[in-house]
């Protein structure tokens, strides 16, 4: 599809991009011609789109990410109408979870599996696969497995892994057929809330956090229903899941939040403590939270960037302690003081103008502020 960006000078970019062979090089490219913020906001963006795509709510995408809604809609919007740039996430989604230990996390289920289960289990499910990065450990010990995914480019990625798999262990065996106990993995698109198999399994897994994404109301029992259904009777179901309790009692004060607006540490039931100031340093390690001053600005010299009150920002967020719906509460008011106008209609533009024209109903005039907004 041609790009309505196309350019010479944006021809020559990508052809640059093209060029580079590890992430290292990315590294380096993309440092001298971005800025950290720059970079780190197409990342929060790509983990947006991967959390639409697993039917996540705006609230807590937000939430995870420190992204806006409105932010989050325009990925939502691309995903939907754009040219189709964030399928490439499925082929670099390994690439985010890289620190993850596959391996150990492959010899715990197992552990799960003899400690729990009266015999080794032979078909095992694995629920919200993704490019199947649990299912081929697993695949690997012998296990029949079936991965179950929502993601047509997560699994055309899965089913990328199982070609190369299944190649290397031909080339290994010299033969025309896989070793014995050695199986090729099924996988399925489909909905991990109501999803159908073509018998029962002997055990169930749902790693990585992937429960949290059943966001809905009645979208963990449909998911458990389904579940119930097709794991045998004896058989087992291992998941693991974040919750407040989590982050209270086994994570305590060793966690740390940093969000460009506090209402996402709302959403959580994050403490906010502070903002960051202008030219601040903020590092987080195993070791704990650091913070450098040395590039700060004197209090005087701060300077606020007007769109963040009146735009940016979402209505419950606070910026310097300052309430951006109180903001512009009295930015509306101000507005009808001083530049008042003979109107029948007072229509906000953008939406989070919204807020001030709630003012003109103490006024002899419509607002339009309870029109819906164009999706």
């Known amino acids: ?34 800025t950290v913020s720059e970079l780190q906001e197409m990342s929060r963006r790509m983990q947006a789109a991967r959390m639409l795509r697993n039917n996540c709510v705006y609230t807590d995408i937000a939430a995870r990410t420190g992204l806006s809604t409105a932010t989050i809609s325009r990925v939502n919007r691309c995903l939907k109408y754009g040219n189709d740039g964030y399928q490439a996430l499925a082929g670099v989604y390994d690439c985010l ?18 400690r729990f289960l009266p015999a080794r289990p032979r078909i095992v499910l694995d629920l919200a696969c993704g490019t199947g990065r649990m299912t081929f450990p697993l695949a690997d010990r012998g296990y029949d497995m079936i991965g179950i995914d929502g993601s ?22 010299g033969t025309d057929e896989l070793p014995a106990g050695v199986t090729t993995p099924l996988f399925l698109c489909q909905d991990m809330r109501s999803f159908e198999l073509y018998g ?17 109301d009645g979208d963990l029992n449909a998911c458990l229903a389904c579940l119930y259904l097709y794991i045998a009777p004896g058989g087992l179901l291992v998941f693991d899941v974040n919750s407040p309790v989590t982050f209270e009692k086994v994570y305590g004060g060793n966690a740390y939040i940093l969000a460009s607006e506090s209402c996402a540490l709302d959403t959580i039931g994050a403490e906010f403590v502070r903002d960051v100031e202008p030219g601040e340093i903020v590092t987080i ?5 650091e913070s ?36 512009r509460l009295i930015a509306g008011r101000s507005l009808a003081k001083h530049h008042p106008v003979d109107a029948d209609l007072v229509v906000g533009v953008p939406e989070s103008g919204n807020v001030a024209t709630s003012l003109c109903l103490s006024f002899p005039l419509r607002a339009a502020s309870s029109l819906r907004p164009f999706e």
């Open 152 to 173: 047509e480019d997560m699994l055309a990625e899965a089913y990328r892994k199982s070609t190369e798999r299944t190649i290397r262990l031909l080339d290994e065996a």
């Open 97 to 114: 979870n890289r620190e993850i230990d596959y391996g150990r996390w492959s010899a715990f289920l197992e552990a799960c599996f003899d």
């Open 292 to 327: 450098n001053r040395s590039m700060c600005i004197p209090k005087e010299q701060h300077a606020r960037c007007i769109f963040e009150y009146i735009y940016f920002a979402r209505p419950d967020a606070y910026i310097d302690g300052v309430s951006v719906y109180e903001s």
């Open 200 to 216: 029962t399994v002997d055990a169930a897994v749902c790693c990585l956090d992937s429960i949290n994404y059943l966001c809905g």
């Open 1 to 34: 599809m041609p790009s309505k960006l196309k350019d010479e000078k944006l021809d020559c970019l990508f052809r640059g991009i093209l060029t580079l062979e590890t992430v290292e090089d990315c590294y380096s490219f993309f440092e001298d011609l971005c």
């Open 285 to 289: 390690t195993q070791k704990g939270i």
